[in-house]
């Protein structure tokens, strides 16, 4: 399944979680590394000091509101 990947092209971006349930707010944070094999982007949300595990998903979008796909990066 591979480790985190601090290399990756989306470490550094700017994205938005929004929860599922109705009127939720979105959170903005920077994807800090990433895990392609497990779907995962660890995000540090707000002035957070440790990144949260969250899954790449339909809740998880750039701020343009694209959503975020992983890919694997060949290197």
Known sequence: MGGPDFNHPLVGRA???TAS???AKGEQGTVT???VGANI???R???GSTS?????DDRLTFLDGSPV?????NG
């Open 15 to 17: 994205v938005v979680y």
């Open 21 to 23: 349930y109705p009127g």
């Open 33 to 35: 590394s990433v895990n």
């Open 41 to 43: 982007v660890f995000v």
């Open 45 to 47: 949300y707000g002035m």
């Open 52 to 56: 949260a595990a969250t899954e790449a």
């Open 69 to 73: 796909a992983l890919e694997a990066v």
